[in-house]
């Protein structure tokens, strides 16, 4: 199953558990962005609802999401529920009603009541996502984008990533194809405000990124496209780190100052 076939899916059956409390679907990540890739990419979308959820309710639409997970890529849905009030009036960390993503398929799996009870909260990721949404997001269904989301301000967004750029180090040398993408695009919204995708973002860097991280970029590019895993030096690498780190830093203190 293709991943629109899995969205109309989505739509039509989270329609007939929610009723009238669905306000609208809205699909970020790669798709929003252009470039979905069925082995690499997960299905992403937000669900804004009109009023709280009840455990019954929570129930029913995890049990029909497990089901179109099935049906999924690999790596599978991502998808959070939330007031609309905090999508039109735009609060950080945002509150959520539930979410789900396949590293917590575990949790549901053992204990699906104590999920459903204990999944909600507060969530940075969501002014990500939400970003995202407002700058190239789809609206799977419900009211146009303009309508329902708020602007998320550029401090809460790289607040919300800061972790891609404070992890890096440790995780470049698992990841790098990951980190290195991740990496440009941090510095291309930092830069000139622009919500890419890894493979845009590696674009971008190299046209816009010191030549001396060139290679680096080039071979993380290449990764992405072959699926072949490369190697990078460590020096390298930690300078590439350094440089993504400390250009985010003075961007807050020029904010500060």
Known sequence: ?????????????YKNILGDNLFGIYVHGSIALGCFNFD???????????????EEIKLKL????????????????EMSIVLKKYCTKFIYPTPFELHFSNMHLGWYNSDSKDYCKNMNGFDKDLAAQF?????????????????????????????SIKNDISEAKSEIYENPMY?????????AYVRNNLILSKEKGG??????????????INDAL????????????EEEAKRFCDYAEKYK???FLIKIN
């Open 40 to 54: 690499k990419s997960d299905i992403d979308y937000i669900v804004v609802v009109n009023k709280p959820l009840t």
């Open 1 to 13: 199953m293709n991943y629109e076939e899995v969205l109309k899916s989505v739509s039509i059956e």
């Open 179 to 187: 980190i290195i993408l991740n990496l440009c695009r941090v510095l």
């Open 203 to 216: 674009e971008w860097g190299l046209y816009n990124l010191d030549k001396c991280y060139h290679k680096i």
């Open 131 to 159: 970003t995202i949404i407002k700058n190239s997001g789809i609206v799977l269904y419900g009211l146009p984008i303009n309508e329902v989301f708020a602007e998320v301000s550029k401090e809460d967004y790289l607040d």
């Open 222 to 233: 290449y990764s992405y496209k072959t699926n072949e895993i490369v190697k990078v030096d």
């Open 62 to 77: 995890m049990n029909v999401t497990i089901e179109l997970n099935k049906q999924a890529p690999s790596k599978g849905l």
């Open 249 to 251: 830093l003075a961007w």
